[in-house]
């Protein structure tokens, strides 16, 4: 049995500089109230919970949750790297389409130090190890880990395809004017194509530092539920999911010798394709959409994964301006994560809250007149790509 599952609330808090925000136990349990709230249910009502999080200790959702109420329903912990809030999102989505809840909660929260991401257990082998023994040959020693894979990924595409560094740099600059609508987002100062280019080299030729994500302080929440509960209890069914999928790396990641593959490329196109199909409808037929564009680099791989323009057209697509207002698509209208930020486990759930309220319309200077299709796109290394697919009736 299966069953239509809505999105009947979500919440989000201001995203906040490492060491400027309430502890994570505070930050999840705002979001979580203001999702609930948002859907106009109690906490009671809840009957499974999934919590996302990388930087944190076991059970960290339980000690969210606890603050809001203490039912003994099952609260599952997520860790799915920088996938990890879409994969709360789509464990919840799976317990209500199969039947075994009918009301569900998937939250995320990260209360991140500054600097670049680095290992935590240095005594045992790292997950990430293959995917950086890969890159080994091509990249400077003194590039940063998560730097090194997307770094080495843009650098693949600017050799097979001729794209410019200017390239990247322009999509930087559309995220900081989209940012610059959003309340919610950490950074909202506009920059230029040149002020990207000028900044801090991390890579000579391939990345300065505005190209990369700032770590970030955050939590979002959703509420998901099957339509017949939804009706039944009065809450808002004009938002839901048309299809989603969770997919991990294939053979090709570490034998093909394309270094895309590295960050997510071939598990993004897989998931994407296997979300087309089962909403019975294409890339073509989406409005608007939110991707993980952790670097500038990998917001424009994700344009081809995802099938919003050809192999090797991204260039082109960003030129004609199909990547904002006014053109093909409107891609991070939240800002992304360049400029929103990112808080890891919160992320997934924030591209979420961010998707629902252009459905409904409810955007503010954001909003994407006439949104009916949306997609949201969230990878982790190592790895895990989520796609999702929301519909308005």
């Given at each position: 049995?299966?069953?239509?599952?809505?999105?009947?609330?979500?919440?989000?808090?201001?995203?906040?500089?490492?060491?400027?925000?309430?502890?994570?136990?505070?930050?999840?349990?705002?979001?979580?109230?203001?999702?609930?709230?948002?859907?106009?249910?109690?906490?009671?009502?809840?009957?499974?919970?999934?919590?996302?999080?990388?930087?944190?200790?076991?059970?960290?959702?339980?000690?969210?949750?606890?603050?809001?109420?203490?039912?003994?329903?099952?609260?599952?912990?997520?860790?799915?790297?920088?996938?990890?809030?879409?994969?709360?999102?789509?464990?919840?989505?799976?317990?209500?389409?199969?039947?075994?809840?009918?009301?569900?909660?998937?939250?995320?929260?990260?209360?991140?130090?500054p600097g670049?991401?680095?290992?935590?257990?240095?005594?045992?082998?790292?997950?990430?190890?293959?995917?950086?023994?890969?890159?080994?040959?091509?990249?400077?020693?003194?590039?940063?880990?998560?730097?090194?894979?997307?770094?080495?990924?843009?650098?693949?595409?600017?050799?097979?395809?001729?794209?410019?560094?200017?390239?990247?740099?322009?999509?930087?600059?559309?995220?900081?004017?989209?940012?610059?609508?959003?309340?919610?987002?950490?950074?909202?100062?506009?920059?230029?194509?040149?002020?990207?280019?000028?900044?801090?080299?991390?890579?000579?030729?391939?990345?300065?530092?505005?190209?990369?994500?700032?770590?970030?302080?955050?939590?979002?929440?959703?509420?998901?539920?099957?339509?017949?509960?939804?009706?039944?209890?009065?809450?808002?069914?004009?938002?839901?999911?048309?299809?989603?999928?969770?997919?991990?790396?294939?053979?090709?990641?570490?034998?093909?010798?394309?270094?895309?593959?590295?960050?997510?490329?071939?598990?993004?196109?897989?998931?994407?394709?296997?979300?087309?199909?089962?909403?019975?409808?294409?890339?073509?037929?989406?409005?608007?959409?939110?991707?993980?564009?952790?670097?500038?680099?990998?917001?424009?791989?994700t344009y081809?994964?995802?099938?919003?323009?050809?192999?090797?057209?991204?260039?082109?697509?960003?030129?004609?301006?199909?990547?904002?207002?006014?053109?093909?698509?409107?891609?991070?209208?939240?800002?992304?994560?360049?400029?929103?930020?990112?808080?890891?486990?919160?992320?997934?759930?924030?591209?979420?809250?961010?998707?629902?309220?252009?459905?409904?319309?409810?955007?503010?200077?954001?909003?994407?007149?006439?949104?009916?299709?949306?997609?949201?796109?969230?990878?982790?290394?190592?790895?895990?790509?989520?796609?999702t697919m929301?519909?308005?009736?």
């Amino acid at each position: 049995m299966t069953q239509k599952v809505v999105v009947a609330g979500v919440g989000m808090i201001p995203f906040k500089k490492p060491g400027q925000s309430a502890p994570y136990t505070v930050m999840g349990g705002q979001a979580v109230r203001l999702a609930l709230a948002d859907a106009g249910v109690g906490y009671e009502s809840i009957q499974q919970a999934y919590a996302s999080y990388v930087f944190g200790d076991s059970t960290a959702g339980q000690r969210v949750l606890y603050d809001v109420g203490m039912t003994g329903i099952p609260i599952i912990n997520v860790h799915n790297n920088c996938a990890s809030g879409s994969t709360a999102l789509f464990l919840a989505n799976q317990a209500v389409t199969s039947g075994m809840a009918d009301i569900a909660l998937a939250f995320g929260f990260e209360q991140m130090n500054p600097g670049a991401l680095g290992a935590i257990f240095t005594d045992r082998p790292a997950p990430l190890e293959l995917f950086q023994q890969q890159c080994a040959d091509v990249v400077p020693d003194e590039v940063p880990p998560a730097l090194r894979l997307f770094g080495a990924a843009g650098q693949d595409h600017m050799n097979r395809f001729g794209t410019p560094l200017e390239t990247f740099a322009k999509i930087r600059a559309k995220a900081s004017r989209h940012a610059a609508n959003n309340p919610l987002a950490v950074f909202r100062k506009v920059v230029t194509v040149e002020e990207v280019l000028a900044d801090l080299v991390m890579w000579p030729g391939v990345m300065t530092r505005m190209m990369a994500c700032p770590p970030t302080c955050g939590a979002a929440a959703a509420v998901l539920c099957s339509e017949a509960y939804a009706k039944k209890h009065g809450l808002d069914t004009s938002v839901w999911i048309a299809g989603q999928a969770l997919t991990t790396d294939g053979a090709e990641t570490f034998h093909s010798g394309d270094m895309r593959h590295l960050a997510g490329f071939g598990m993004s196109r897989a998931a994407a394709s296997k979300v087309y199909e089962m909403a019975g409808i294409g890339a073509e037929d989406v409005d608007v959409v939110e991707l993980h564009d952790c670097f500038a680099q990998n917001e424009l791989l994700t344009y081809e994964a995802l099938g919003l323009c050809p192999e090797g057209g991204a260039e082109k697509f960003v030129d004609d301006g199909d990547n904002t207002y006014g053109g093909r698509y409107v891609v991070n209208p939240s800002g992304g994560l360049l400029s929103k930020g990112h808080p890891i486990g919160a992320t997934g759930l924030a591209q979420c809250t961010e998707l629902v309220q252009q459905l409904r319309g409810r955007a503010e200077q954001r909003q994407v007149e006439g949104t009916r299709v949306a997609l949201q796109h969230n990878v982790g290394i190592g790895g895990a790509a989520v796609v999702t697919m929301y519909r308005k009736d």
